[in-house]
């Protein structure tokens, strides 16, 4: 039984690994925009660093279950319709 793998271009490649780069880029990016403003929160919300800083769990938290739900809907839905409206939802929010 032979499985016939089609070899995919240079040109295909690197659109990947820039894709894959730009979305790891953006994930650190929103990931990290809180640090710096955790005293500025501290204040405003007139608690301490201990506590604010949980959001930190509750963002990698969050991130984990969206991508086991993800991983499970996109073996019962099509691809490129779930990709368009997740980021019709990410949009929004």
């Not at 690197?14 to 650190?28: D, E, K, L, N, P």
């Not at 201990?50 to 993800?70: K, M, P, R």
Request: aromatic share 16%; with cysteine; charged share 15%.
């Amino acid at each position: 039984m032979e499985t016939h793998v089609k070899e995919i271009s240079l040109t295909m490649k690197r659109v990947t690994s820039i894709a894959a780069w730009f979305s790891y880029f953006s994930f650190g990016m929103a990931y990290n925009f809180l640090s710096p403003a955790l005293v500025e929160l501290k204040n405003k919300y007139e608690t301490t660093i201990d506590e604010i800083s949980d959001v930190f769990t509750v963002i990698l938290l969050a991130y984990l279950v969206g991508a086991l739900t993800c991983g499970i809907l996109f073996n019962y839905f099509n691809r490129q319709l779930m990709v368009v409206g997740l980021l019709y939802i990410m949009a929004t929010g």
